[in-house]
C-alpha cells in the first residue's frame, strides 16, 4: 500500500511587487522556500514572498483544481476580496 500524499495548493504575495502567485506542491514549506531563494524563473524577479494561503487536499487533482480556479481572473479577484483585504 503506497502511503498517502497531501497536496498543497499555495497562494503568495510579493512583498515589493503587486504581484500574486498560485502553485501546488507535496511540501509547501520547500516548495515556498524555494521561490523565496529565487529558484524559480517566473517568481525569481518578485522575491521576497510571504504567504496568504495554504490549502491542504486529498489528492493531486483536487489541489490542481483549486489551483486552476486561484489562477484565473475570478480566483484573483477572490483572493483579493477574501484573504487580503481581511
Known amino acids: 500500500r503506497v ?4 497536496y498543497y495548493t499555495y497562494a503568495l504575495k510579493s512583498l ?4 500574486i502567485y498560485v ?14 531563494k529565487g529558484y524559480n524563473r517566473t517568481t525569481k524577479p518578485y522575491v521576497p514572498f510571504y504567504v496568504i494561503l495554504i490549502e491542504e487536499y486529498d489528492n ?5 483544481k483549486r ?8 480566483g484573483k ?3 483579493k476580496k477574501n ?3 481581511k
Not at 502511503?3 to 497531501?6: K, L, P
Not at 515589493?16 to 504581484?19: E, I
Not at 489551483?67 to 475570478?74: D, I
Open 23 to 36: 502553485g501546488i506542491s507535496d511540501n509547501a514549506n520547500r516548495r515556498i522556500d524555494h521561490h523565496n
Open 77 to 79: 479577484e477572490w483572493i
Open 3 to 6: 502511503a498517502e500524499c497531501m
Open 83 to 85: 484573504i487580503l483585504k
Open 60 to 64: 493531486r487533482v483536487e489541489a490542481r
Open 16 to 19: 515589493h511587487h503587486n504581484y
Open 67 to 74: 489551483e486552476k480556479y486561484l489562477k484565473s481572473g475570478v
